[in-house]
C-alpha cells in the first residue's frame, strides 16, 4: 500500500507562508496525479488543488487560487503545496492524496493522516 506523509505544517501568523511536502512510499505516484486537502473542525474536508502525473496541469479551489501552488517531484515520489498570505480561516489539518489515473479526477484512491495548519490573527 501506498503511504503518504504530510510536513511542514505548524503555527503561522497571518500573512505569513508555509510550505507543506507530501512523501510517498510503498510505491512510486510518478503515474498519478496527486492533490491537496484541507479539513476544519466540524466541516466537510476540502479540496485545494491538484496537479498532474507530469505537473502539466494543475487545479485550484477558489479559496487557493492566488495564493497556494502546488508542484511535483518524481524523483523524489513527492508532492508540494506552498502556501503564501495565509488568513485565520486557513487553519485546519491539510493532506495529500493520490488519484487512480494521471489526469485529476474522480476521488483519490489513497490518502495522508494530514498536518495542522494554525493561522492566528
Known amino acids: 500500500q501506498v503511504r503518504l506523509v504530510e510536513t511542514g505544517g505548524g503555527l503561522v501568523q497571518a500573512g505569513g507562508s508555509l510550505s507543506l511536502s507530501c512523501a510517498a512510499s510503498?510505491?512510486?505516484?510518478?503515474?498519478?496525479?496527486m492533490g491537496w486537502f484541507r479539513q476544519a473542525p466540524d466541516k466537510q474536508r476540502e479540496f485545494l488543488a491538484a496537479?498532474?502525473?507530469?505537473?502539466?496541469?494543475?487545479s485550484y479551489a477558489n479559496s487557493a487560487k492566488g495564493r497556494f501552488t502546488v508542484s511535483r517531484d518524481n524523483a523524489k515520489n513527492s508532492v508540494y503545496l506552498q502556501m503564501n498570505s495565509l488568513k485565520p480561516e486557513d487553519t485546519a489539518v491539510y493532506s495529500c492524496?493520490?488519484?487512480?489515473?494521471?489526469?485529476?479526477?474522480?476521488?483519490?484512491?489513497?490518502w495522508g493522516q494530514g498536518t495542522q495548519v494554525t493561522v492566528s490573527s
Open positions: 496537479i498532474s502525473w507530469n505537473g502539466g496541469s494543475t
Open positions: 510503498g510505491g512510486t505516484v510518478s503515474s498519478n496525479a
Open positions: 492524496a493520490v488519484y487512480s489515473y494521471r489526469l485529476v479526477g474522480g476521488t483519490p484512491r489513497y
